[in-house]
T-cell receptor, first 111, second 114 residues
Framework: DAKTTQPPSMDCAEGRAANLPCNHS???????VYWYRQIHSQGPQYIIH???NNETNEMASLIITEDRKSSTLILPHATLRDTAVYYC????????????FGTGTRLQVFP | GAVVSQHPSRVICKSGTSVKIECRSL??????MFWYRQFPKQSLMLMAT?????????EQGVEKDKFLINHASLTLSTLTVTSAHPEDSSFYIC??????????FGSGTRLTVV
């Protein structure tokens, strides 16, 4: 079973920040938080990952709470092309362990 | 970045026939590949894990004789749906990973069995 909990859906106005929460209260000390997204009828796309520090790249920012039991993916200026299902996954970094997807959050960006 | 090519993107086949889906890592050696299935409005469900040169490891409830997986090289894995039936109609997605690479997904194959 997936080790994360996400809201099933969220809406966001175009140009505004989209904040997608994820709970991972049973995360282990060596597990990272990964975020992927899936645009309709495509394969998942990697967004970002982190261990305990906040991370930022060209796509998004990842904020992880100090106790690491939850995190938030931030899309700073959402566009219509960001409409997708966003998946939060916890796993050990490196290696070839399988990725188990939960139900994800369906983000709808509206004009 | 790492690229995974999946082919075909769409396939329609008659009930009772077999269909082969290919997954190729184009610019890296994929020691491990994964196959997922996704039904409409549902999440990805892992079917099996394959390591190059080894037999695939199937998830519980996935019929190994129906979904044949071959991973004969570090750049190619194939999934063959044998004796396909309408209930096998789904979106099949592969993922590949190798040393120093994250998980890269193919673009998926939409299988329709008529």
């Amino acid at each position: 079973d997936a080790k994360t909990t996400q809201p099933p859906s969220m809406d966001c106005a175009e140009g505004r920040a989209a904040n997608l929460p994820c709970n991972h209260s049973t995360i282990s000390g060596n597990e990272y938080v990964y975020w992927y997204r899936q645009i309709h009828s495509q394969g998942p796309q990697y967004i970002i990952h982190g261990l305990k520090n906040n991370e930022t790249n060209e796509m998004a920012s990842l904020i992880i709470t100090e106790d690491r039991k939850s995190s938030t993916l931030i899309l700073p200026h959402a566009t219509l092309r960001d409409t997708a299902v966003y998946y939060c996954i916890v796993r050990v970094a490196g290696g070839t362990d399988k990725l188990i997807f939960g139900t994800g959050t369906r983000l709808q960006v509206f004009p | 970045g790492a690229v995974v090519s999946q082919h075909p993107s769409r396939v329609i086949c008659k009930s009772g026939t077999s269909v082969k889906i290919e997954c190729r890592s184009l610019d890296f050696q994929a020691t491990t590949m994964f196959w997922y299935r996704q039904f409409p409005k549902q999440s990805l469900m892992l079917m099996a894990t394959s390591n190059e040169g080894s037999k695939a490891t199937y998830e519980q409830g996935v019929e190994k004789d129906k979904f044949l997986i071959n991973h004969a090289s570090l750049t190619l894995s194939t999934l063959t749906v044998t004796s396909a039936h309408p209930e096998d109609s789904s979106f099949y997605i592969c993922s590949a990973t190798g040393s120093n690479y994250g998980y890269t997904f193919g673009s998926g194959t939409r299988l329709t069995v008529v």
